[in-house]
């Protein structure tokens, strides 16, 4: 046994018991074989761990994160080894988004632009800064090709006057 027994329980049964209202760290009594005793001794021995009851908490510890992370479902995987993943976005997100993908992704599809800014780890004022960037670009180049229409209009009126030649 790695801890001693409260006296008295060692002829007690095997049923279930009620719950006891203990100690948030109430002990536990393991019985072991003789050989399984040893091979924990060996790791104690060999410096490992301090003491049998830090390996037997290691032990422990180590196995039921192993089981609880056995009971996790498992997303689907598709063909590119990616897992799609549901996010919830506020309207004025979802605006920033669509327009960082159209204007600066050249026409992704959001779920890829969403997740090329999350694996390269940029932040929502970056984002909101290109697109408020690239909004003011196309302003600006609206703006160009009014000026250059205006241009080329009145480029054309002053060649039917006579006032400029080809």
Known sequence: MFDDAPPGKEAR????????????????????????????DSFVSA????????????????????????????????????????????????????SYAQHIANGARLSDVIALIFRHGESKMEVHEQ??????KLRAAAETRSQVGALSDSGRDLERRGVVGR
């Not at 992370?69 to 309207?91: C, H, M, Q, Y």
């Not at 697109?131 to 003011?136: E, F, G, K, S, T």
């Open 47 to 98: 410096g490992e761990y301090p003491t049998r009851s830090e390996l037997m908490r290691a032990a422990l510890h180590a196995f039921l994160q192993a089981r609880a992370l056995s009971t996790a479902p498992n997303p689907p995987v598709d063909a590119d080894g990616l897992i799609e993943v549901p996010i919830r976005l506020k309207p004025e997100e979802y605006a920033t988004l669509v």
């Open 13 to 40: 049964s095997r049923g279930p018991e009620a719950p006891r209202h203990e100690a948030e760290e109430a002990r536990i009594a393991l019985r072991c074989s003789l050989k399984e005793l040893r091979l924990v």
């Open 131 to 136: 697109v408020h960037r690239a909004r003011d």
